[in-house]
C-alpha cells in the first residue's frame, strides 16, 4: 500500500509527459568540456572556452548571492549553476531536482541596459531564494519537489517573476524595470482609458493589446513593497509555507501580513 502510494504521488508530481514545462532538457553536444568555479555559497559550471566569461560572472554571482536576499535576511542555499552556450535560446530557469540553474548565454535580441548574462543571474538567483523560503526544511529531492508543487496550487505566475524582475532593477544599475519599452503597452492602456481585468491581464489576449505577466507582475510586486514594505515577500512566503493545505493561501497571506 504504502509503495502504491508512493508511486501516484510521483506520478502526479513528474509525468512522462508535460506540456505545461518550459525546461528544456535536451544534452549539450558529448565533445564539450566542461570547467567549474566553486565557491562556499554555489558551483559555476561552464564549456571550456566560455573561461573568461564565467570567470567574470563568478565575480558577479559573490556579490548577487549576499544582496539578493537582504530582504529575506538570508542567503540562498548552494546551488549549481551552468552555463550552456550550445542553443539559441534566450532564456533560464532554477529546477530543485536535481538543485540546478541554467543560463543560457545567448543573449536576447531587445534592447537591454546591462549585461545579459548579469542580469539573467539576477533573476535566477532571486528563484532560487523564493524556492528555499517555500521548501523550507524539506531537503531530499522528491520532497522539495512535492512541497514546491502544493505551494504552485496557491501562487500565481505573475508573482514569481513580478519579484525576480524587481530585484534585478533595484539591485542593478539595469534591469527590465528601467526599460521604457517594459511599461508602454501599460502606460499606453492607461493613458487611452483602457481598463482591463485582472485575469485578462495576468493570463494575456489575442485580442488586445496587453502586457505580460511580467511586466504586470513587476508593478504588483513594487506596489506591495512600496506599500507593506520591503520585506512583505519573506513574510508572505512564511505565511504560506506554514499553512499548506490553506485554500485561498495567497490572499490569506496577503491579507495577514499587510495588517
Known amino acids: 500500500m504504502k509503495n502504491r502510494f508512493l508511486i501516484l504521488i510521483i506520478s502526479i508530481i513528474y509525468p512522462l509527459v508535460s506540456s505545461a514545462q518550459i525546461f ?21 559550471i561552464f564549456p571550456h572556452e566560455f573561461h573568461k566569461q ?4 563568478s565575480h558577479q554571482l559573490t556579490r548577487i548571492i549576499h544582496r539578493v536576499g537582504q530582504d529575506f535576511k538570508r542567503k540562498p542555499r ?11 535560446d534566450q532564456n533560464g530557469y532554477v529546477q530543485l531536482a536535481p538543485r540546478k540553474s541554467e543560463l543560457y548565454a545567448t543573449p536576447s535580441g531587445i ?17 532560487v531564494l523564493q524556492f528555499d523560503n517555500l521548501t523550507g526544511t524539506f531537503r531530499a529531492p522528491l520532497f522539495e519537489q512535492l512541497g ?12 514569481f517573476e513580478g519579484d525576480a524582475v524587481y530585484t534585478e532593477t533595484v539591485l542593478s544599475e539595469g534591469g527590465r524595470g528601467r ?5 508602454m503597452p ?17 493570463l494575456g489576449s489575442f485580442k488586445d493589446i496587453v502586457p505580460s505577466y511580467y511586466t504586470i507582475g513587476y508593478f504588483m510586486a513594487t ?37
Open 78 to 88: 548552494k546551488i549549481s549553476f551552468i552555463l550552456q552556450t550550445n542553443t539559441l
Open 148 to 159: 514546491l508543487a502544493l505551494y504552485g496550487l496557491h501562487l500565481p505566475s505573475w508573482y
Open 111 to 127: 534592447a537591454s541596459n546591462q549585461s545579459w548574462l548579469d542580469n539573467l543571474a539576477l533573476h535566477e538567483s532571486r528563484h
Open 186 to 202: 501599460i502606460r499606453t492602456n492607461i493613458l487611452e482609458g483602457k481598463k482591463y481585468s485582472y485575469e485578462k491581464y495576468t
Open 179 to 183: 526599460l521604457p519599452s517594459w511599461e
Open 223 to 259: 506596489k506591495m513593497k512600496n506599500d507593506f514594505g520591503e520585506d512583505i515577500q519573506q513574510k508572505m512566503l512564511t505565511d504560506i509555507r506554514n499553512h499548506l493545505l490553506r485554500p485561498y493561501s495567497f490572499n490569506k497571506a496577503l491579507k495577514n501580513t499587510r495588517i
Open 24 to 44: 528544456d532538457d535536451t544534452q549539450a553536444p558529448p565533445g564539450i568540456k566542461w570547467e567549474q568555479i566553486s565557491t562556499k555559497d554555489f558551483q559555476l
Open 54 to 57: 564565467a570567470s567574470t560572472l
